[in-house]
Nanobody, 127 residues
Framework: QVQLVESGGGLVQAGGSLRLSCAGSGHNLSSGDMAWFRQAAGKEREFVATIRWSNSMNYEDSVTGRFTISRDDAKNTVYLQMNSLKPEDTAVYYC?????????????????????WGRGTQVTVSS
């Protein structure tokens, strides 16, 4: 059984930092791409960042330069370092994984592109 478990969320003041972790079990996260999505209250879930099995990365425009996605395959874990946080970053953050490796230059940014999901971790940024 595949499980993704997020951790590291919490309450932080604007301008602060948090590092989210996503630990996988039952699935080798290096098999495919990984991503972070977020969903604010009353809004659709949206793409935040992705890291490909090749370690190339892509970010949503509003987080570029502030967030960094990384992976530690030895620990089967993906991270999201979030700096210069803003109140509009407040959301539940979800990690997602592909079970298949795609040999393409395309960055997968849609929810339907991912097979496994965690339950999310709440990030709240106060002004």
């Amino acid at each position: 059984q595949v499980q993704l478990v997020e951790s590291g969320g919490g309450l932080v003041q604007a301008g602060g930092s948090l590092r989210l972790s996503c630990a996988g079990s039952g699935h080798n996260l290096s098999s495919g791409d990984m991503a972070w999505f977020r969903q604010a209250a009353g809004k659709e879930r949206e793409f935040v960042a992705t890291i490909r099995w090749s370690n190339s990365m892509n970010y949503e425009d509003s987080v570029t330069g502030r967030f960094t996605i990384s992976r530690d395959d030895a620990k089967n874990t993906v991270y999201l370092q979030m700096n210069s946080l803003k109140p509009e970053d407040t959301a539940v953050y979800y990690c997602a994984a592909q079970k298949t490796r795609y040999y393409t230059d395309y960055y997968f940014t849609s929810q339907i592109d991912y097979d496994y999901w965690g339950r999310g971790t709440q990030v709240t940024v106060s002004s």
